[in-house]
């Protein structure tokens, strides 16, 4: 994990301003006078994929803020399996479990090469006590997480593997048309399904010209067609 200083603090909030997701990240609400109250360093840190940001059940010391890239939020089954849980895209907020001092739900792991502001736990506890406008970022967090967490159960986890893999690269369709798709074996993790099956899947969407593989793993969709096999119209 690489690491550099955003800034020792804060108190211009110009960097933070600059940010080119700023309208999504938590700090969306706050002023200039809200950051005139952060005394710890917020850092930026780079994860490789396939490298793990935080580990299941390890200490809850910090939240992060994706600017780019792909997380997985996976658990671990007792019979040595993974499912992955939700996925993390840039401005959702990882490891908010640690603003309640709690230990991190699951293990987060970068599927893309993958930028994160780290923001101390501290700092939030501070900014929810002394600015509504924070608190009211955390509530609505929660909120996303739960309805994503509802979405992810329902759309990934009910009817055939075709229709969960349509509404999955419905998910992660970029405007450009294009999605990039995981190893296998997360595709098979996310759906619920075996490596094997995910692979076959895979080659039945290519068959229906769902979608066109431009490069490894990467592929043009062709939203009509998922659309319809998502409806089972097709």
């Given at each position: ?7 020792e ?8 301003e ?18 005139s109250?952060?005394?710890?360093p ?5 994860v ?13 010391a ?7 890239g ?5 658990q671990?089954l007792p ?30 792991i ?28 955390l509530?609505?967090?929660w909120h ?6 509802d ?41 619920g ?42």
């Open positions: 994990m690489k690491q550099g200083r955003i800034e603090v804060w108190s211009s909030g110009a960097k933070c600059a940010c080119g997701i700023r309208d999504l990240v938590l700090f969306a609400d706050l002023d200039q006078a809200d950051f109250l952060i005394h710890l917020i850092d930026e840190v780079e490789a994929a396939g490298e793990v940001l935080y580990n299941c059940q390890s200490s809850g910090y939240l992060y803020t994706v600017r780019s792909l997380l997985k939020l996976v671990y019979d040595g399996g993974q499912r992955i849980v939700r996925l993390l895209k840039p401005g959702a907020t990882a490891g908010l479990e640690a603003s309640l001092g709690q230990p991190y739900e699951h293990t987060a970068a599927l893309q090469p993958t930028a994160l502001c780290r923001i101390p736990r501290q700092v939030v506890d501070r900014l929810s006590r002394e600015t509504p406008r924070l608190h009211a970022q509530m609505q967090r996303d997480s739960l309805r994503q967490a979405d992810w159960l329902t759309g990934l986890s009910t009817g055939k593997a075709p229709q969960r893999l349509a509404r999955l690269l419905i998910q992660l369709m970029e405007p450009d048309g294009t999605a990039t798709l995981f190893s296998r074996e997360d595709l098979g993790a996310m759906l399904i075996t490596t094997e099956h995910a692979s076959r899947t895979v080659a039945e969407l290519k068959r229906q010209e769902a979608i066109f593989e431009l490069s490894p793993n990467r592929y043009l969709c062709a939203i009509d067609q998922l659309d319809c096999i998502d409806a089972a119209d097709c």
